[in-house]
Structure formats: structure tokens, C-alpha cells
């Protein structure tokens, strides 16, 4: 199984880059990820997976991209509360890439 | 090369979605929950009814570790969230009911406090005209 390699841990993932065990994140980690994503983690990215993560512990699921546009318009204010927005500081789409900076498994629907 | 048009836009349906399986064993109450999160990305309206074993589906204080499976059913708590933010956004134009059978309660020695959710508590006979009020019924 590959797996990332941080601090001298191993971080096993799956053929895509997601991680086994969502419970092994932490936040090196994830600048990891996002490195190999090649994402420049800024603090709205970190808004971004800190409130995936929050979601997930919670409902033991990964928002709707609709749900998560709401949340950052909230922090962001009405003109970055879009999809739009959030595909700029995700290229390859909040719900694939950020996930996986997140430490979650990867969303099984289109939503 | 033929040509498909959709002409969703605006569409609205009400959907009923009728749970009526206990949450583990088979993958009927999840597959609806996953149906019925679908649905809201798409703002529908949505009833959804817990009746038979699948009152359990919404019971508090689920453990799964024996049987070594995940507990979904904290992500119940977003059909709540969801029907919350329904009723209070003026924009979204949806209305959801999260709706157990009465009869399956008393059935079963349960109440509506056993719930990790709030309900309405229904008769069958009740639960019987919103089917019929429904466009589109999805059981499980």
C-alpha cells in the first residue's frame, strides 16, 4: 500500500491519494497532501478542510457542495460564497481535492 | 449521434421516502438516506417516513462495534439540519417532514423522545394520504 511519509510516520492511502484512516490526520499531513496536490495552502483552504472536518465528525459524511457554500459564505462574506470560489482554491473541485486534504474518504456521490 | 435534452430547471416534485427496514443487516436504509440526500441538492420536497423495523433507523444511542460496522446514523442529524434550514431560509423553496408511524411505536414500546431526531408522530391512516399527496414514492 503507498502511503505519505511525514515526520518519519507512514500514512498509508489509497491508489488515488485519499487516507485509510481518517482518524491518522493531522495537520503536517495534510500540507503533504495539498503539496502533492499542488495546492498553496492558504487560511481560507484551511477554513475550508477544518470545516470538512468538523462536518464529518459530526454526521459521519462529507457535506454537499451546496452546504459547504453556504458555510464559507458565512466566514467569507456574500461575494466568496460560491462554487466558483471555492473551485479557484481547489482547481480539481472542492469535493475531491479538499476532501483529501482533509483526511476523508472519498465522497461517493456527484453531490 | 442523438440528442438528449433535460428540461429540469424549476422542476419540483414532492418526494415520499418510505424506510421501513432496520438500519443494519441490509443496505436498504442506507442506499434511501443516500437517495435522500440527493434529493435535497436538488431542493425537493421530501417526506420522510420511518415505519416497521425502520424506526430504528433514527434511534438514539446506535452502537455498532459488535457488529463491526459504521454507524451512519449520526448523518441523520442532516435531514434535520436540512428540513431546519428550510423552514427558516425564505429562498429555499422546500419543504421536509421527518414523519414515524404511530402504530410502529407503540408496536415496539417506543416513544417519540427515543429519537435522535425531532418527528411527527403519525397514524397509518394519516401517513396513508400524504403517499397518496406524493408525486414520487421511494421505499426501502
Known sequence: MPAYTVNGTDYEHDEEGY?????????????????????????????VVNFLREYYNEYQIAPAVRVLVKAV??????????????????????????????????????? | MAE???????????????NRKAPYGTI????VLETVLISAAFEQHANI????????????GQDTTAINMKNFSP?????????????????IDMVW???????SLDARGLTED???????????????????ASDCVISG
Open chain 2, 114 to 132: 427515543d429519537f435522535k431526531v425531532s418527528v411527527e408522530v403519525l397514524s397509518a391512516a394519516e401517513i396513508a394520504d400524504i403517499v397518496d
Open chain 1, 19 to 47: 487516507i485509510l484512516d481518517v482518524n491518522n490526520w493531522n495537520e503536517d499531513l495534510a500540507k503533504v497532501i495539498a503539496q502533492e496536490e499542488g495546492l498553496n495552502m492558504t487560511e481560507e483552504h484551511w477554513l
Open chain 2, 75 to 91: 448523518t441523520y442529524g442532516i435531514i434535520e439540519m436540512e428540513k431546519e434550514d428550510a423552514d427558516e431560509d425564505d429562498d
Open chain 2, 97 to 103: 417532514r421527518i414523519i414515524v408511524e404511530k402504530e
Open chain 2, 49 to 60: 417516513i420511518f415505519v416497521d423495523d425502520g424506526v430504528y433507523q433514527i434511534k438514539a
Open chain 2, 28 to 31: 436498504y436504509a442506507l442506499e
Open chain 2, 4 to 18: 438528449f435534452e433535460f428540461e429540469t430547471e424549476g422542476v419540483k416534485k414532492t418526494f415520499t421516502f418510505m
Open chain 1, 73 to 111: 459564505k458565512k466566514k467569507f462574506g456574500e461575494e466568496k460564497g460560491s462554487n466558483k470560489y471555492l473551485y479557484e482554491l481547489f482547481p480539481y473541485g472542492p469535493a475531491k481535492q479538499a476532501c483529501k486534504v482533509a483526511g476523508l474518504p472519498k465522497p461517493t456521490g456527484c453531490v
